[in-house]
């Protein structure tokens, strides 16, 4: 299921107060982890993702609707159930996407000192999340094996950090079939 996440940039005078990384501590009530702060190399500060559904798979924008992939998804018994038990997260998640000042009060439980006027738009982010037919997230690197190709699915940020591993895993795995 494509989930859009939308960004913010600090202004360069709001960026002086985030040093490196801010992030919040996951809660497990809720499917995602929330706003965060990250300074980029450019001494940029990235602020976000929320993570709201996306209406189409290339969804990066709100007006960007394909009605035969909203079909579809809420056709999947999984993602009725998923959404189900995350709707109050959704519905907080989309009123975040459409206002910026609801926005800003979720930066402000990590910064205190950042205002609305302080966040300039960025460009959004679409991510691919696996939704198991129990209305579960999928976890992590689920890796699947068709014929002779090997899937790796699921595989959000830090797959290029943990690329190494998985690589090894797929071997492992790879080895086990053949012997």
């Known amino acids: 299921m494509p989930f ?5 940039t600090l202004t360069p005078d709001a960026a002086q107060l985030v ?5 919040p501590v996951p809660d497990p ?3 995602f982890l929330g706003v965060h702060l990250t300074r980029g190399i450019d001494s940029h500060v990235h602020v976000g993702p929320n993570a709201v559904l996306a ?17 579809d998804t809420f056709a999947f018994s ?10 109050r997260f959704g519905v907080d998640e989309m009123t975040r996407s459409l206002s910026r000042r609801r926005f800003a009060a979720a930066v402000r439980c990590l910064v205190p000192e950042i205002e609305r006027s302080d966040l300039a738009p960025a460009p959004a982010g679409v991510r691919a999340q696996a939704i198991g037919a129990d209305g ?5 690197f689920a890796i699947r094996k068709t014929g002779r190709a090997v899937h790796v699915l699921n595989a959000p ?3 290029a950090t943990a690329s190494l591993e998985i690589g090894a895993t797929i071997a492992e ?4 079939d053949a012997g």
């Open 4 to 8: 859009r996440g939308d960004y913010y």
């Open 19 to 23: 040093n490196g990384l801010v992030y």
């Open 29 to 31: 009530q809720f499917p």
């Open 55 to 71: 209406f189409a798979r290339e969804g990066y924008e709100w007006r960007k609707v394909d009605a035969r992939h909203l079909r």
């Open 78 to 87: 999984g993602f009725r159930k998923f959404a189900f038990r995350n709707w």
């Open 136 to 140: 579960e997230l999928v976890d992590d």
């Open 157 to 159: 940020s830090p797959a």
């Open 173 to 176: 795995r790879l080895e086990l």
